[in-house]
T-cell receptor, first 115, second 113 residues
Framework: EAQVTQNPRYLITVTGKKLTVTCSQN?????MSWYRQDPGLGLRQIYY???????DKGDVPEGYKVSRKEKRNFPLILESPSPNQTSLYFC??????????????FGSGTRLTVV | AQSVTQLGSHVSVSEGALVLLRCNYS??????LFWYVQYPNQGLQLLLK??????LVKGINGFEAEFKKSETSFHLTKPSAHMSDAAEYFC???????????FGIGTKLQVIP
């Protein structure tokens, strides 16, 4: 089944403790992206990647890092999480470079709470 | 720059009634437009899209949307609401395949029995 898999689904952590949210897609998509979803703000793009070893900042990149060493994987790293990073995170992938043609395939989300 | 405005963060309809979710966009070039649906505890799923050609676009689950350039609108409709339509709906705009996608803030649809 074609899908984007995120792990974990739920995560509670403490301020400053480094964490990684994994994202993997099995569709051979070139384009991958991370979004955060907050009430009243919709989806905001954190980082995106157009291909292996090619990443760029989205609208809200502060406090986040990403890497794209393999085509299928695009982990999101929070090196020193803070409470304002408490949010629902989505990974998405697309065949075209920005989902602007075929649309995105989204993962099921990771609900992160930083205390 | 491009942007999307979804009118009404919450919409309630009775089961069997018309569903109308409003979306207006701003784009300096001909836009590509999308509607996504998010069911509780799930990721977003593509409902329908407009790229070029016919302005009335049909999607999954009986939904459709019409691109109206003169009104810069892409409203989502469904003739008869079903309980299973209760979800959050997001409108999105892009300037094309190699351009960024911008999402609206979402509209939560409640269906009343």
């Amino acid at each position: 089944e074609a899908q984007v898999t995120q792990n974990p689904r739920y995560l509670i952590t403490v301020t400053g403790k480094k964490l990684t949210v994994t994202c993997s897609q099995n569709m051979n998509h070139e384009y991958m992206s991370w979004y955060r979803q907050d009430p009243g703000l919709g989806l905001r793009q954190i980082y995106y990647s157009m291909n292996v070893e090619v990443t760029d900042k989205g609208d809200v990149p502060e406090g986040y890092k990403v890497s794209r060493k393999e085509k299928r994987n695009f982990p999101l790293i929070l090196e020193s999480p803070s409470p304002n990073q408490t949010s629902l995170y989505f990974c998405a992938s697309s065949l075209s470079i920005a989902g602007g043609l075929g649309g995105y395939t989204f993962g099921s989300g990771t609900r992160l709470t930083v205390v | 720059a491009q942007s999307v405005t979804q009118l009404g963060s919450h919409v309630s309809v009775s089961e069997g009634a018309l569903v109308l979710l409003r979306c207006n966009y701003s784009s300096s070039v001909p836009p590509y437009l999308f509607w996504y649906v998010q069911y509780p505890n799930q990721g977003l799923q593509l409902l329908l899209k407009y790229t070029t050609g016919a302005t009335l676009v049909k999607g999954i689950n009986g939904f459709e949307a019409e691109f109206k350039k003169s009104e810069t609108s892409f409203h989502l409709t469904k003739p008869s609401a079903h309980m299973s339509d209760a979800a959050e709906y997001f409108c999105a705009v892009s300037r094309g395949g190699y351009q960024k996608v911008t999402f609206g803030i979402g509209t939560k649809l409640q269906v009343i029995p």
